[in-house]
């Protein structure tokens, strides 16, 4: 089956500092994997994608990173502002070219302290 | 902003009632996907609508229903309301099915009572 598992579930850091979210995925056959952010009651928007052959991409102050082989993906967020409180969710796609083969995960929610 | 746009934003019903969310796409797209987002779930996919037919359905059951039309704005109908239904819905566009990228819209937040 499908999953895409994120951890941890909430975060609260104080801003200015950097934090880690982690994804693990188990989506075969694997096409590509986007992080997305969203803000409460808000659509998701479109952070970073990776396709298979990406070990690392940055956006700003966010870098994702993946590794096909463990199937493992992070997004970093460095020098954290009060305005990235949000949830982060990483979606996987299957390869095969339609929409509804995405899998997303739970997403890990964000809470950026003054 | 994505340019897709959704109404209402709010919405409160009562079970076995019936309701109506819409979704306009941005411009160019024509192919709509939508989800519904449970509270502090990640979206899950309801169906996808392209050039005005059904194009892939997710584990819903068929009292959740949709419309395309020409213009390719889209309607999500959901009959016989059930206190589980609430969550926000969100609807997305892209350029075709295929296509890498969705846009998604601000969501309606439905509330069954």
């Known amino acids: 089956k499908n999953q895409v598992e994120q951890s941890p579930q909430s975060l609260i850091i104080l801003e200015g500092k950097n934090c880690t979210l982690q994804?693990?995925?188990?989506?075969?056959?694997?096409?590509?994997l986007r992080w997305y952010k969203q803000d409460t009651g808000r659509g998701p928007v479109s952070l970073t994608i990776?396709?298979?052959?990406?070990n690392t991409k940055s956006n700003g102050r966010y870098t994702a990173t993946l590794d096909a082989d463990t199937k493992q993906s992070s997004l970093h967020i460095t020098a954290s502002q009060l305005s990235d409180s949000a949830s982060y969710i990483c979606?996987?796609?299957?390869?095969?070219?339609?929409?509804?083969?995405?899998?997303f995960g739970k997403g890990t929610l964000l809470t950026v302290n003054p | 902003e994505t340019g897709v746009t959704q109404s209402p934003t709010h919405l409160i019903k009562t079970r076995g009632q019936q309701v109506t969310l819409r979704c306009s796409s941005q411009?160019?797209?024509?192919?709509v996907s939508w989800y519904q987002q449970a509270l502090g779930q990640g979206p899950q996919f309801i169906f996808q609508?392209?050039?005005?037919?059904?194009?892939g359905r997710g584990n819903f059951p068929p009292r959740f229903s949709g419309l395309q039309f020409p213009n390719y704005s889209s309607e999500l109908n959901v009959n016989a309301l059930e206190l589980d239904d609430s969550a926000l819905y969100l609807c997305?566009?892209?350029?075709?099915?295929?296509?890498?990228?969705?846009?998604f819209g601000p969501g309606t937040r439905l509330l069954v009572l």
């Open positions: 994804c693990n995925y188990t989506v075969s056959p694997f096409s590509n």
């Open positions: 997305a566009s892209s350029l075709g099915p295929g296509e890498e990228t969705q846009y």
């Open positions: 979606v996987v796609r299957n390869s095969g070219g339609s929409n509804y083969k995405l899998t």
């Open positions: 411009s160019g797209h024509n192919t």
């Open positions: 990776m396709t298979f052959s990406e």
């Open positions: 609508y392209y050039r005005e037919e059904e194009n």
